[in-house]
């Protein structure tokens, strides 16, 4: 929902919220029923979108529907995934259909559907400044809004490594872009490079196109020594609750460093599901369809250039993990980069940007996820999904989105509200008494 505003015009609200993405949007919804809090977010995009030129057909999410934008902080909230479900008139369906997940553009459209029902947020403004003089002021390409508090939210922006950024087109690209460019593909040698979800997605699409869409051969390079799948086993999905958050906010920053590198396919391996769905279609095609050449599976090696080949083509060329002295070269038509995202920009905070406290890239923050900076009380600034350092791998998944939002309303609302009970393992080490 878009408001029309003059320039001449200044509001002031209690939170302002820059981004509208799944953080600030958790935020937005918590807030909807709290007419106390005056609240407006923006966001610059003129609608919602949410990793739209990825939502490859079958793709799901990783992570139970509970992990709403609201369930696991006000379970009474009606911008809840199942009141989505029942506003859509579809909820007796959805439960009829025994989904083991849901389905990645159903959880998009849930997602426009919260912006649409929400009048505090935005889109189509975007933020050019942020400055403080006893109050937030903070300066659109429309208007100009002042507010007591600030929250950050203005997730990531794809990533690709810096030799192939002056090379991306219609046919080296993101997997963001991943929709926008494949209807190309056929008929061509296509690169895939990163072994996590995205590029397994990927990678099966491609491999299951037929006819006149069918790739000539499809490469999949990982890094990673073969195609891991995601733990999501019970215990180490209790490194996704709130407690688990709470005792790695408070570790050496060595080892928190020491656990994002260990765990990260905790967050960042591949369902299982898809991997056996890929493996299937590689018995299929090679088997059955008799394709022989048609796939190539490559772990183990590290993309180390990308170059311009003959005829518009590509060469990728690659360093194995366990013999670096062994360099592969591949040849390619279209790469496809599923090699992550990294934090987005914050040039609109460059007034301010001296007065926060950093920890390496990061602002660091307190226990309820606010910016240590020279500011006077009462007047915070919030960050979403932007401190993976400090409070580990669940800061960007959705798992915490609820409950970190939930912890910047008790913030805003000057009282904390009730925690659920913890996980069944004792994190901390506790003190023995001395013997006597």
Not at 390 to 412: E, K, P, T
Request: aromatic share 12%.
């Amino acid at each position: 929902m878009r408001h029309e505003k003059s320039e001449a015009q200044q509001d002031h609200y209690h939170c302002v919220g820059i981004g509208a993405g799944p953080a600030n949007l958790s935020l937005a919804s918590l807030l909807h029923p709290v007419p106390s809090l005056s609240n407006l977010f923006l966001d610059r995009k003129e609608s919602f979108s949410w990793h739209d030129g990825q939502q490859i057909p079958g793709s799901s999410l990783q992570v139970s529907l509970f992990k709403d934008l609201v369930t696991l902080a006000d379970p009474t909230n009606p911008f809840s995934f199942l009141a989505y479900l029942h506003d859509q008139g579809r909820i007796h369906h959805f439960i009829n259909a025994s989904f083991a997940s849901v389905a990645r553009e159903e959880f998009r459209d849930y997602l426009d559907w919260a912006c649409r029902h929400n009048e505090n947020v935005v889109f189509g403004e975007n933020v050019r400044e942020i400055d403080f003089d006893g109050v937030f002021r903070i300066r659109t390409d429309r208007r100009t809004v002042t507010g007591d508090n600030l929250v950050v939210g203005v997730g990531n922006r794809p990533w690709v490594p810096e030799y192939a950024v002056p090379h991306l087109g219609a046919t080296n690209f993101h997997v963001s872009e991943f929709l926008q460019h494949t209807p190309g593909t056929g008929g061509k040698r296509v690169v895939v490079v990163g072994g996590g979800q995205s590029g397994a997605e990927a990678f099966e699409y491609l491999v299951a196109r037929q006819g006149a869409d069918q790739p000539r051969r499809v490469s999949w390079i990982s890094r990673r020594r073969n195609f891991f799948p995601i733990d999501d086993s019970p215990f180490t999905n209790d490194f996704f609750m709130p407690c688990h958050s709470e005792y790695f906010y408070a570790l050496p920053p060595r080892a928190r460093e020491a656990f994002n590198r260990r765990y990260v396919l905790s967050s960042d391996g591949i369902s299982e599901s898809t991997l056996r769905s890929v493996y299937q279609s590689l018995y299929t095609r090679r088997f059955v369809d008799g394709l022989d050449d048609l796939v190539g599976l490559y772990p183990n090696r590290e993309t180390t250039g990308l170059s311009p080949g003959v005829d518009g083509s590509w060469v990728v060329t690659t360093r194995h993990c366990d013999r670096p002295a062994a360099q592969e070269r591949f040849e390619a038509d279209v790469v496809v980069w599923a090699t992550g995202f990294a934090p987005a920009p914050l040039d609109f905070l460059g007034p301010l940007a001296d007065r926060l406290e950093w920890e390496g890239n990061e602002p660091r923050v307190d226990a309820d996820f606010a910016a240590r900076w020279d500011g006077p009380p009462g007047h915070d600034i919030f960050f979403q999904n932007a401190v993976r350092g400090q409070r580990g791998l669940a800061d960007v998944n959705l798992s915490l989105n609820a409950w970190r939002s939930r912890r910047i309303v008790d913030r805003l609302r000057g009282r904390r509200g009730d925690e659920q009970l913890p996980s069944f393992i004792e994190w901390s080490a506790k003190a023995s008494a001395p013997n006597p």
